[in-house]
Each structure stands twice: as C-alpha cells, then as structure tokens.
C-alpha cells in the first residue's frame, strides 16, 4: 500500500465533512478518491460549484436539520427525506408547518437538558474536587520547627 493510498478518502467521506450533498457533486468528484492535500485545497479555495453547493444546495440531512433547528430524527418525524435546498428551507422557515414548530420545541428542550445535565456534572466534579483538595490539606504532614532549620 503506497502512502498516496492511505492518505485519500472517498468521495462520500470528503462530502460530508465538507457538509454536501454527494449526488448534487459533479460526476468528476464522484469517481475519484481525494488526497487530504486536495481536501485541504478545497477547503482553503472552493471551487465555484462547491461554493454554490454550499449556499444553495441541495443540502444534506444533517445540514438541513441544523438550518431547521431541529434533530435529524426530527426531520424523518416529520417526513423529510430528500436533501433540500436553501430556497425550501427558506420557505419552511417562513411558514413553518406544526411538525416542524412541534421538533424545533422539543430539540430546544433536548438541548436545555443536556446543559443542565452537563452543567449539573460540573458542579458535582467542582465539589468532588474541593473535598478531595481539603481532604488533601488535612492529611498532608505538619511541617515542624525542626523540618525549617
């Protein structure tokens, strides 16, 4: 296996990390593995159909999700299963049907109970480290007036 092999991807790898749809890709881009100099590349400089991917898509699922605020569990709820682009989530933005208004309210209350969660964990580390420090202080050695001289 040469280095130039280990160090490409698929098509469909670069796709998603670079947040596109794979089908709307050009065929070019489809057929080939992308070295991660070219990934880089594409990254630093996007090439024009890459730029309008990116602003009008087609979107993929996960991006479409993050446009709508809502879970890509949400979007299957709710009956989306094809890639959408910027116009149609422009539109359901507009004029939002009740499954989406009813997904956006539930991942806003999934995502205010992963911070408490997570904020409540942080208190419980603090307080665990504040006994174990004090613990730490109590226990250490009294230095003595012969330990000084």
Do not use: C
């Amino acid at each position: 296996m040469t280095s130039e092999n280990s160090q490409s991807m698929k098509p469909a790898t670069v796709a998603k990390k670079l947040g596109i749809y794979l089908p709307a890709t050009p065929q070019e881009f489809q057929d080939s593995a992308i070295s991660r100099a070219d990934f880089a590349e594409l990254q630093a400089n996007p090439p024009e159909w890459l730029a309008e991917l990116r602003r009008n898509g087609p979107h993929p699922r996960p991006v479409v999700a993050q446009k709508l605020n809502v879970s890509i569990s949400g979007l299957a709820r709710g009956g989306v299963e094809d890639a959408l682009t910027t116009a149609d989530i422009t539109a359901l933005l507009q004029a939002p049907p009740q499954w989406l208004v009813t997904e956006r309210a539930t991942h806003a209350a999934v995502r205010s109970e992963a911070q408490r969660v997570k904020e409540a964990a942080a208190k419980k580390d603090a307080t665990k480290e504040a006994k174990d420090n004090a613990a730490a202080k109590r226990d250490a050695p009294k230095a003595s007036k012969r330990d000084h001289a």
